[in-house]
């Protein structure tokens, strides 16, 4: 491996790292009264909720369910669309690394062991990840389609996630008649889905301690940035 091979691969990973990100990426939706607000981060996951002072009157404690699930549906929908045009903007953007780095010649040629001891390390992570992905696969394939319920500390709302989606979603119609805050009634539908994101995340958790390559190579534990410049290409 010689400096351009670096340089390219350099490129590459900028490259790539730039056009799917998506981590800074939200989501924001609204019912058709505009009372009810939800905020999805990059993975769709619900971030905040908002219920304006007048749903009692405009929306009904029998519709505000529904209203609540109309505005996470848009969320989504808004997250996905951001994502999409981003990701087009970018394709479309000059690439990386049009330029090569010229070294003199009589310079002595860099010394890239440590940078190529990186790589090589990252190639046995890759290979230990490809002999994973079918458990990975199937893994994922069964969280698509399980259910985690969650509910709020006082039993007053009730939430079902269909892998990572909020698929049912129930209120108590008793504390809903004493006519609670829109902020009130919003907190306690966070904090059934806080609860069921967390039982959903200890299970996946446990599922992949099976899975070490693919574990090790999760966002959480692996900084891209760092890579790179171990690897001196950043």
Same mark, same amino acid.
């Given at each position: 491996?010689?400096?351009?091979?670096?340089?390219?691969?350099?490129?590459?990973?900028?490259?790539?790292?730039?056009?799917?990100?998506?981590?800074?990426?939200?989501?924001?939706?609204?019912?058709? *009264?505009?009372?009810?607000?939800?905020?999805?981060?990059?993975?769709?996951?619900?971030?905040?909720?908002?219920?304006?002072?007048?749903?009692?009157?405009?929306?009904?404690?029998?519709?505000?369910?529904?209203?609540?699930?109309?505005?996470?549906?848009?969320?989504?929908?808004?997250?996905?669309?951001?994502?999409?045009?981003?990701?087009?903007?970018? @394709?479309?953007?000059?690439?990386?690394?049009?330029?090569?780095?010229?070294?003199?010649?009589?310079?002595?040629?860099?010394?890239?062991?440590?940078?190529?001891?990186?790589?090589?390390?990252?190639?046995?992570? !890759?290979?230990?990840?490809?002999?994973?992905?079918?458990?990975?696969?199937?893994?994922?394939?069964?969280?698509?389609?399980?259910? *985690?319920?969650?509910?709020?500390?006082?039993?007053?709302?009730?939430?079902?996630?269909?892998?990572?989606?909020? *698929? @049912?979603?129930? !209120?108590?119609?008793?504390?809903?008649?004493?006519?609670? *805050?829109?902020? @009130?009634?919003?907190?306690?539908?966070?904090?059934?889905?806080?609860?069921?994101?967390?039982?959903?995340?200890?299970?996946?958790?446990?599922?992949?301690?099976?899975?070490?390559?693919?574990?090790?190579?999760?966002?959480?534990?692996?900084?891209?940035?760092?890579? !790179?410049?171990?690897?001196?290409?950043?």
């Amino acid at each position: 491996m010689n400096l351009y091979d670096v340089q390219r691969l350099r490129d590459e990973a900028e490259q790539a790292s730039w056009m799917y990100g998506r981590d800074d990426i939200v989501g924001v939706g609204q019912d058709t *009264t505009g009372l009810v607000r939800v905020e999805v981060d990059h993975t769709d996951a619900v971030q905040r909720i908002e219920i304006g002072a007048r749903w009692w009157n405009e929306i009904g404690p029998q519709g505000l369910a529904e209203a609540v699930r109309r505005a996470l549906d848009a969320a989504m929908k808004d997250r996905l669309v951001a994502w999409a045009e981003r990701a087009r903007v970018r @394709a479309a953007a000059p690439v990386f690394g049009t330029e090569r780095m010229q070294l003199p010649s009589d310079a002595a040629a860099p010394d890239l062991s440590n940078q190529i001891a990186e790589l090589r390390r990252a190639l046995t992570m !890759l290979r230990e990840i490809r002999s994973e992905l079918g458990e990975y696969r199937r893994l994922i394939e069964e969280e698509a389609v399980r259910e *985690t319920v969650g509910s709020d500390r006082d039993g007053r709302v009730s939430i079902t996630l269909t892998g990572r989606r909020v *698929t @049912a979603l129930t !209120l108590s119609d008793r504390w809903l008649n004493t006519q609670p *805050t829109g902020q @009130a009634v919003a907190e306690a539908i966070c904090a059934a889905i806080f609860e069921a994101y967390r039982a959903e995340a200890q299970r996946t958790s446990a599922a992949m301690a099976s899975l070490p390559g693919i574990a090790a190579a999760q966002p959480g534990n692996v900084d891209p940035a760092a890579l !790179l410049r171990r690897m001196g290409l950043r």
